[in-house]
């Protein structure tokens, strides 16, 4: 198989990969559902920030300043560019988290009424559901979940036979074509792609159903963004949000991308300096978009790193991105069903779904499976992933995770796989 891009110059750009970490093994990182490691450019990004115009932005007229305003802004066209959007229309949030809480707060409470539904999905990370709850709540509004597909009684964990996959994990659409025909909806909320099961959903479908009732449809892009190329405009969803932290860039920058004319009704989700026109003792006004929404100092450094973070990606080409991905994805899925006792949630189709692998083998614990790999080197994620009403329709308390990216390798993939072996014969597991 030949790789669509360069994945050794690429992890050489990467200085942490080349870490020893427990009894000296090589670090493999597979927890990029979670974060994912930062290239040299953009810490030295960040650097040269710090080291050569640390100064605010928008506030002063020397050069400092003047070039800080620059790169800070700058960041924000290339994040427009990235997902097809206009400057005005990118706001800066500290990640998807809050970029969801702000719509909830400045949006939700301004137009969701007593007696109107929210709807999400089953799949929802926490960060899509809790503020959808406390709005309701509030609001004397309705909750109501998408299912997804899934048999919970698909087939025993212990089992000695290989993988045993449940089903894809897709949601139920006719759930969604029920809840809009019988409840008054006033948005939709769904993830793009699912940070447990790796499914992609259909948001442009979603989108085109919500659009003829009057529905805004918000989506998470926290697990999409950093793996396949974005155009809200071809979408056409009316909120979008996302982090940097997942797509090479640092930590305290998030996205919420909203339609000019949604952002212009709201009202600001926090109060301060540089989010306003005017200030009086008994009144004031707001500044033009998108600083109405971005009060007090920014995280101005990690802006510019994520600025470039998206170069870097860019560079690759997010085409390529997604293509060197999906060959990864088709070679897990084919190196995980040699696994006995191991049961895979979520499609086996490359083509549906992403590079985030749950599982659970046999019954081992997910936490005591994620130490047995970590001895080897290779860093997963082990628990409910934020995603505990999911972990309840699965029928599990907890799963293992693997979460590949571009940097990532058949190779560590196939160390993997060996250490799951190793896993198995330590716990007696799997036949």
């Known amino acids: 198989m030949l790789s669509i891009i360069d994945v050794e110059r690429i992890r050489a750009d990467f200085p942490i990969l080349s870490r020893k970490v427990r009894n000296g093994k090589r670090l493999i990182y597979f927890d990029n559902a979670a974060t994912t490691q930062k290239p040299r450019q953009v810490i030295d990004a960040i650097y040269n920030y710090y080291m050569n115009y640390n100064a605010n932005i928008h506030r002063a007229v020397h050069q400092l300043s003047e070039e800080a305003t ?13 997902i097809n959007a206009k400057d005005e229309e990118v706001v800066f949030v500290r990640n998807a988290t809050e970029a969801i809480n702000l719509v909830a707060y400045a949006w939700g409470r301004a137009n969701i009424d007593a007696g109107d539904t929210i709807v ?9 559901i809790v503020p959808w709850q406390l709005l309701a709540k509030e609001k004397g509004a309705k909750l109501h979940y998408i299912r997804i597909d899934y048999n919970a009684d698909g087939g025993s964990s212990t089992s000695s036979s290989t993988i045993n996959y449940s089903d894809d994990g897709s949601l139920i659409m006719d759930d969604l074509y029920d ?3 019988h409840a008054k909806v006033k948005l939709v909320a769904i993830s793009h792609m699912s940070n447990v099961l790796g499914t992609i959903n259909p948001v442009k479908e979603i989108v085109d159903i ?14 999409s963004t950093p793996h396949m190329p974005i155009d809200v405009k071809d979408i056409d969803c009316d909120f979008f949000a996302f982090s940097a932290h997942k797509m090479l860039g640092p930590t305290g920058v998030g996205v919420l991308y909203a339609k000019r004319d949604i952002l212009d009704a709201m009202d600001p989700f926090i109060g301060g300096g540089d989010m306003i026109r005017e200030v009086h003792k008994h009144a004031a006004s707001w500044n033009d978009l998108p600083w109405k929404f971005e009060a007090g100092t920014p995280n101005i450094a990690d802006v510019i790193g994520f600025g470039a973070a998206i170069d870097y990606l860019n560079a690759i080409g997010m085409e390529n991105v997604r293509a060197y991905e999906h060959q990864l994805t088709e070679y897990m899925l084919s190196r995980l069903m040699e696994v006995k006792g191991l049961r895979l949630y979520g499609s086996k189709e490359a083509d549906r779904r992403g590079a985030v692998f749950s599982f659970n083998l046999a019954d081992i614990h ?8 970590d001895e080897d080197g290779i860093a997963i994620r082990s628990g409910h992933h934020c995603a505990q009403p999911l972990m309840e329709r699965l029928g ?36």
């Open 396 to 431: 599990v308390a907890a799963t293992s995770r693997a979460s590949l990216y571009i940097y990532n390798t058949r190779e560590e993939i196939d160390r993997f796989i060996d250490s799951l072996e190793r896993a198995r014969l330590i716990f007696r597991v799997g036949g």
């Open 70 to 82: 620059e790169a800070y802004e700058g960041a924000r066209s290339k994040v427009a560019r990235f």
């Open 120 to 128: 999400v999905s089953e799949m929802e990370h926490h960060s899509n």
């Open 179 to 181: 809840v809009i025909s």
């Open 366 to 373: 997910p936490h005591d499976l994620a130490t047995i790999l």
């Open 210 to 223: 919500c659009r003829d009732k009057g529905i805004r449809v918000l989506v998470d892009g926290a697990q």
